[in-house]
């Protein structure tokens, strides 16, 4: 009889024990961890319905574009005082990052209301510098696609270039790394899969599509040719 409450006690240590070495064992769970959940996709955001990814439809001129996170550079160069080159980390650290509902129209009369969070484009032109002979600015992307606009339409507007869409990182399909939201403008200027901005004093200068007769300007307000 008196041996059982020594026992007893010596079970539960060893219990309590075993316990105690699970939880911190490394590579188990542990009380503190906190693992990251895929993101969701928002459907509504401040009581204003969203279109989805889906909804879009595929008409690149060369297809869906891979890009490596670890890999890409974003070059912003010709009339600036300092060209300069930034990874995916970069740009997401350093640039304050804004959303907004913006809706794209494409020109074969399909549209898509989509909130946006990215960086605005004028910070980096402005942390690049710009010369004054400078009055337009090109954007170039890793299919070979390109788009202009007078720089006036980036730094005195706030344009963004997308990184996320509806709290989900830009699918590969939609243009990851980044989109640009071209507010106002014709499906066709949101140009995808950014590599490279110019900064130009061509105002002469003509994209993939607006060498192939599609207006320059690309306003909503006005047909899509010139």
Same mark, same amino acid.
């Given at each position: 009889?008196? %041996?059982?409450?020594?026992?007893?006690? +010596? *079970?539960?240590? !060893?219990? %309590?024990?075993?316990?105690?070495?699970? +939880? *911190?064992?490394? !590579?188990?769970v542990s009380l503190d961890s906190s693992p990251? *959940?895929?993101?969701?996709?928002?459907?509504?955001?401040?009581?204003?319905? *969203?279109?989805?990814?889906?909804?879009f439809r595929e008409n690149s001129i060369k297809g869906p574009q891979i890009i490596q996170r670890d890999n890409y550079r974003l070059e912003v160069s010709g009339l600036v005082n300092r060209t300069i080159s930034f990874s995916y980390q970069d740009i997401i650290e350093k640039f304050p990052s804004y959303k907004k509902v913006v809706k794209l129209n494409c020109v074969e009369g399909w549209d898509v209301i989509i909130l946006w969070e990215g960086i605005l484009v004028r910070d980096l032109i402005r942390y690049a510098g710009v010369k004054p002979t400078a009055n337009t600015i090109i954007f170039y992307a890793y299919d070979g696609y390109s788009t202009s606009f007078p720089l006036s339409y980036v730094m005195d507007?706030?344009?963004?270039?997308?990184?996320?869409?509806?709290?989900?990182?830009?699918?590969?399909?939609?243009?990851?790394?980044?989109?640009?939201?071209?507010?106002?403008?014709?499906?066709?200027?949101?140009i995808k899969w950014i590599t490279r901005i110019e900064i130009s004093?061509?105002?002469?200068?003509?994209?993939?599509?607006?060498s192939r007769g599609f207006s320059q300007?690309?306003?909503?307000?006005?047909?899509?040719?010139?």
């Amino acid at each position: 009889m008196n %041996g059982r409450p020594v026992i007893f006690f +010596l *079970l539960i240590v !060893g219990i %309590g024990g075993f316990w105690l070495y699970t +939880l *911190l064992e490394p !590579g188990s769970v542990s009380l503190d961890s906190s693992p990251t *959940l895929p993101s969701v996709e928002i459907r509504n955001y401040e009581g204003e319905d *969203l279109s989805s990814f889906h909804d879009f439809r595929e008409n690149s001129i060369k297809g869906p574009q891979i890009i490596q996170r670890d890999n890409y550079r974003l070059e912003v160069s010709g009339l600036v005082n300092r060209t300069i080159s930034f990874s995916y980390q970069d740009i997401i650290e350093k640039f304050p990052s804004y959303k907004k509902v913006v809706k794209l129209n494409c020109v074969e009369g399909w549209d898509v209301i989509i909130l946006w969070e990215g960086i605005l484009v004028r910070d980096l032109i402005r942390y690049a510098g710009v010369k004054p002979t400078a009055n337009t600015i090109i954007f170039y992307a890793y299919d070979g696609y390109s788009t202009s606009f007078p720089l006036s339409y980036v730094m005195d507007n706030p344009i963004m270039m997308a990184y996320r869409m509806n709290n989900l990182t830009l699918p590969i399909e939609r243009g990851f790394p980044f989109q640009l939201v071209a507010e106002d403008k014709w499906g066709y200027k949101w140009i995808k899969w950014i590599t490279r901005i110019e900064i130009s004093d061509n105002d002469k200068y003509r994209g993939y599509w607006e060498s192939r007769g599609f207006s320059q300007d690309g306003d909503l307000n006005k047909g899509f040719f010139d």
